[in-house]
């Protein structure tokens, strides 16, 4: 998360599904890293219920022509820390 705060990547994962599955074991642990102009245009992301055959499932996504709505969103780095007021 760190690195990631550092570069213009974002990660486009929608929901909280598990992506890596054993007996007794399930966790969300696979990501999609995107650009953020990219990003803008992948919709659809999910991970998908066909048997992969494997531990890991498969992730699937679309990449459109049309812009997505971007969510509202803060960038801790451009907050100015010492007029910010805490609760």
């Not at 650009?35 to 048997?51: H, P």
């Not at 459109?64 to 509202?72: C, G, R, S, Y």
């Amino acid at each position: 998360m760190e690195y990631l705060a550092t570069t213009d990547l974002n990660i486009s994962n929608k929901g909280n599904k598990p992506t890596f599955v054993l007996t007794g074991r399930q966790e969300v642990i696979d990501i999609t890293i995107a650009t953020s102009n990219i990003d803008l245009y992948l919709c659809k992301w999910r991970v998908s219920d066909d048997d992969s055959l494997f531990d890991h499932k498969y992730i699937e996504f679309r990449i459109t022509a049309e812009l997505q709505p971007i969510p509202p969103w803060r960038n801790p780095r451009a907050t100015r820390w010492d007029a910010y007021c805490g609760p």
